[in-house]
């Protein structure tokens, strides 16, 4: 008897660990392509052809995205507010790579 609880008890913790592993890449994977978005309008924002790769301005919108998020948790504003300062953020990441590239002859 003590064994099927335990057993039964196995099934039921790995069904909530792996229920949460999925949220969690999920929830990853919504960032990626909300990132890859903000990095998107970003570029829009600067002025000027930019030489960075689409990679590399996926990367910033991810990271725009994360922080972003971060900084309207910390003053508490949501939504739209958070949408906007992600964006911001991006395009300030856009310009900072984009400035340091800037110069540079490619051979």
């Not at 792996?18 to 998107?40: D, E, H, Y």
């Not at 504003?77 to 340091?100: H, K, R």
Request: no cysteine; proline share 1%; net charge positive.
């Amino acid at each position: 008897m003590w064994i099927v609880l335990l057993i039964l008890l196995g099934v039921i913790v790995l069904f909530v660990i792996a229920g949460a592993v999925v949220g969690f890449v999920l929830k990853l994977l919504w960032w990626i392509i909300i990132g890859v978005i903000i990095g998107a309008l970003a570029r829009l924002l600067v002025p000027g052809k930019q030489t960075i790769g689409w990679l590399a301005t996926a990367g910033i919108g991810i990271a725009g995205a994360l922080l972003g998020g971060i900084i309207a948790h910390a003053i508490d504003v949501g939504g739209f507010l958070q949408f906007l300062i992600a964006v911001a953020l991006a395009a300030v990441g856009v310009l900072l790579l984009e400035g340091g590239t800037r110069g540079r002859t490619v051979v």
